[in-house]
């Protein structure tokens, strides 16, 4: 289980708070089992956007979503950012990451 400040639901709508480890060895999720926090690490470097384009790929191919799907709206150039999945629902994002993590 993810906590609520994670992962919510809005609208149709799902946004997730998560942090992003770009330059790693290879892209995984994983959710700390302690404080519920979820990471994900991506391949790119974080140089002229490629590990956000990286990490929204990543996102859309875990969630079966197109990547017009998932948008940055907050974080851009920070490794903290939060998402938002439009037209899905909190457990359904919630399972799939689960479902995927390490």
């Given at each position: 289980?993810v906590t609520r400040d994670?992962?919510?639901?809005?609208?149709?709508?799902?946004?997730?708070?998560?942090?992003?480890?770009?330059?790693?060895?290879?892209?995984?999720?994983?959710?700390?089992?302690?404080?519920?926090?979820?990471?994900?690490?991506?391949?790119?470097?974080?140089?002229?956007?490629?590990?956000?384009?990286?990490?929204?790929?990543?996102?859309?191919?875990?969630?079966?979503?197109?990547?017009?799907?998932?948008?940055?709206?907050?974080?851009?150039?920070?490794?903290?950012?939060?998402?938002?999945?439009?037209?899905?629902?909190?457990?359904?994002?919630?399972?799939?990451?689960?479902?995927?993590?390490?």
């Amino acid at each position: 289980m993810v906590t609520r400040d994670t992962i919510s639901e809005s609208e149709n709508n799902v946004v997730l708070h998560l942090q992003v480890k770009p330059n790693s060895k290879k892209q995984e999720i994983v959710v700390d089992s302690f404080d519920k926090k979820i990471t994900i690490f991506v391949k790119a470097q974080p140089d002229k956007g490629k590990a956000n384009k990286e990490l929204l790929k990543f996102l859309a191919k875990i969630l079966e979503k197109t990547t017009s799907d998932i948008s940055i709206v907050a974080g851009q150039t920070s490794r903290d950012k939060t998402l938002l999945v439009k037209n899905d629902t909190k457990q359904n994002v919630e399972s799939k990451i689960l479902k995927f993590k390490r």
